[in-house]
Nanobody, 119 residues
Framework: QVQLQESGPGLVKPSQTLSLTCTVS??????????WTWIRQSPGKGLEWMGH???????YYSPSLKSRTSISRDTSKNQFSLQLSSVTPEDTAVYYC???????????WGQGTQVTVSS
C-alpha cells in the first residue's frame, strides 16, 4: 500500500519561496502510469489542483499558478517536491501530495501540511 508524507516549513515569509517535499513509500514514483500531484486547500475554499509530475518526469501545472510553480523529483529518494515562488498571504493553505492513476481518481493522499505565509 503506497503512503505519502509531506514535509517542509510551516511558516514562510511573503515574497519568499515555499518548498515542500513528499516522500513516497510502498511504491515507486517511476511506476507507470501514475501522476504525482500537489493540491492545496486555503481557508474557506475548496481543493485547488496545483500541478503534477508524471512517472516519466514530465510536468503539467495549473495555468493560474504556472508562472510561480515548479515540481521536481528525486528518484533515488522516491520523493517529489513543490516550489512556489513569490508567495503572499493568499498562498496560506494546507498542502497535500497525492497520487493519481490514468483515468482514475486520486487513490493515495498525504495527511497534509499547513503552510502559513506571514511576516
Amino acid at each position: 500500500q503506497v503512503q505519502l508524507q509531506e514535509s517542509g516549513p510551516g511558516l514562510v515569509k511573503p515574497s519568499q519561496t515555499l518548498s515542500l517535499t513528499c516522500t513516497v513509500s510502498g511504491g515507486s514514483i517511476t511506476t507507470s502510469y501514475f501522476y504525482w500531484t500537489w493540491i492545496r486547500q486555503s481557508p474557506g475554499k475548496g481543493l485547488e489542483w496545483m500541478g503534477h509530475i508524471s512517472y516519466e518526469g514530465s510536468n503539467y501545472y495549473s495555468p493560474s499558478l504556472k508562472s510561480r510553480t515548479s515540481i521536481s523529483r528525486d528518484t533515488s529518494k522516491n520523493q517529489f517536491s513543490l516550489q512556489l515562488s513569490s508567495v503572499t498571504p493568499e498562498d496560506t493553505a494546507v498542502y497535500y501530495c497525492a497520487r493519481k492513476g490514468v483515468g482514475t481518481l486520486f487513490d493515495a493522499w498525504g495527511q497534509g501540511t499547513q503552510v502559513t505565509v506571514s511576516s
